[in-house]
Structures are given as structure tokens and as C-alpha cells.
């Protein structure tokens, strides 16, 4: 097990790191992409189009917070927990209301919108939940963390994003809502649940193996200048919009 990590230098560690701590900010960027990636994904829900979803899937950033988490619960660091659980619930809730907004406006103006009284089977494959997702997630956890850290592997990183599929199961909550179909939002959420408890535990398992809990120095530092960078950000779009008013 050792041979696959001894090629990492802490030179590839700490770049991992910092390009992790600021892909899981919650920059208007990072929310934008989410708002983007479940619009389209309730859309190939909807319409039961496979292409149009797997391409929802290559442009949420939401596995990003979900690592994070994983990373702050192996170094113990209370404070990038919560901002990557933070981030995590917030991405969540608008990606449940935005597709439940998007769910409803196509079966209010489109004729072609039958999906409130037949499920197709893009949907009914985000409500039916096993352990064999579980494993699949672990899996694609395992793949996504060990990816993440060596450089030379980075271009698995979208295969990865595919195979855990997290915006689908959320996109899927909004049309259960939407719709009123209790069923579709228990399924849709359990779903949801079993990939990131296996991507967290998986990712847990990676990161200790890898010894980042001995980078906790330069993973606080990440984000502390990375929370200063979004606060200055805000702080900046606060006074325009101020003067704009005047």
C-alpha cells in the first residue's frame, strides 16, 4: 500500500491542498456552477436524456466541499468542518429549490410534460437506493481523494465527478416536490446520502494513509486566506452596489 503514495512529495501535498480548500469556498463562482449544473440536471431529468445529466454532472462543484469535510474531520479542524458543511447544506438547498422551480415551470408551459404521473427512468434510477450504491460511492471516493492529490492523475477527476453523482439525486429531491411524490424525495435524498457518507469515509481513509493530518498547519493557513479573500470580495461588490444606490 505504501508504493502508492511514497511519489508523493509534500510539494504535491500542499499544492493539492490549497487548490482543494479554494475549490470548496463559497464564492458566488462556486454557486453559480451549482445553480447551473442542477438546472441542467433536472432538465435531463425531466426530459430522461442520460447526456444532458452526465454533463450536469461535469460542472458541479459540489464534490469539492464534500472532500473538504472529509479533510477537516481527518485533521480535526473544527472550523473547516463547519465551513465545508455549511457550504455543502447551502449548495443543497438551492439545488432542491432551484429544480423544484424549474420542475414546476415546465409542467405548468410545456404540453409534453407528463412526468407528474410517469416517472421515466432517469428518475426512477435516483429513487431506488442499495447498498451497492454505497459501495459504488466508496469506491469512486476512493478514486476521486487519491486523484485529487497526485497531479499526474488529475485528468480522472471528471470520471470521478460522473461516477459519484451527487447533483442528480438533489435535482431529483426538487422534482419529488415539486410533484408531491413522497416517495421521489425519500429515495432521491437517501440516494443523495449514501453517495456522500461514502465518499466522506472513503476520502477520510485516503487522507489519513496519506498523512495530511501532518499538513493541518498549511490547511488552516489555506483557509484563512481564502476566507479573507472572499471577505474582502463581498466587502468590495457591498461598496459598488452603495454607490450605485447614491
Not at 469556498?25 to 447526456?51: D, E, H, Q
Request: hydrophobic share 55%; proline share 4%.
Amino acid at each position: 500500500m505504501s508504493l502508492l503514495f511514497d511519489d508523493i512529495t509534500e510539494r504535491d501535498k500542499t499544492i493539492a491542498l490549497k487548490d482543494l480548500i479554494d475549490d470548496s469556498t463559497p464564492r458566488p463562482s462556486f454557486f453559480f456552477l451549482v445553480v447551473l449544473s442542477v438546472l441542467m440536471a433536472a432538465c435531463g431529468l425531466i426530459i430522461g436524456n442520460t447526456a444532458v445529466i452526465i454533463a450536469s454532472m461535469l460542472i458541479a462543484p459540489i464534490l469539492s466541499p464534500i472532500l473538504s469535510l472529509a479533510l477537516g474531520i481527518v485533521i480535526a479542524d473544527g472550523h473547516l468542518i463547519s465551513r465545508s458543511f455549511f457550504t455543502l447544506l447551502k449548495s443543497s438547498g438551492y439545488a432542491i429549490g432551484l429544480s423544484a422551480a424549474m420542475t414546476w415551470l415546465l409542467w405548468n408551459f410545456t404540453s409534453s410534460a407528463n412526468f407528474m404521473f410517469e416517472l421515466n427512468t432517469e428518475i426512477l434510477s435516483r429513487i431506488e437506493p442499495s447498498i451497492v450504491y454505497l459501495i459504488i460511492a466508496i469506491i469512486a471516493g476512493t478514486a476521486t481523494a487519491f486523484a485529487r492529490i497526485k497531479p499526474e492523475l488529475s485528468e480522472a477527476l471528471p470520471g470521478t465527478a460522473i461516477a459519484v453523482a451527487l447533483v442528480p439525486p438533489l435535482a431529483t429531491i426538487g422534482i419529488g416536490i415539486a410533484t408531491l411524490r413522497p416517495d421521489v424525495i425519500s429515495g432521491a435524498l437517501a440516494m443523495f446520502l449514501l453517495n456522500a457518507i461514502g465518499i466522506v469515509l472513503a476520502a477520510m481513509v485516503i487522507f489519513s494513509l496519506m498523512n495530511l493530518y501532518t499538513k493541518k498547519t498549511v490547511i488552516s493557513k489555506s483557509v484563512a486566506e481564502a476566507d479573507k479573500e472572499l471577505e474582502a470580495q463581498m466587502e468590495k461588490s457591498e461598496k459598488k452596489n452603495n454607490k450605485r444606490k447614491k
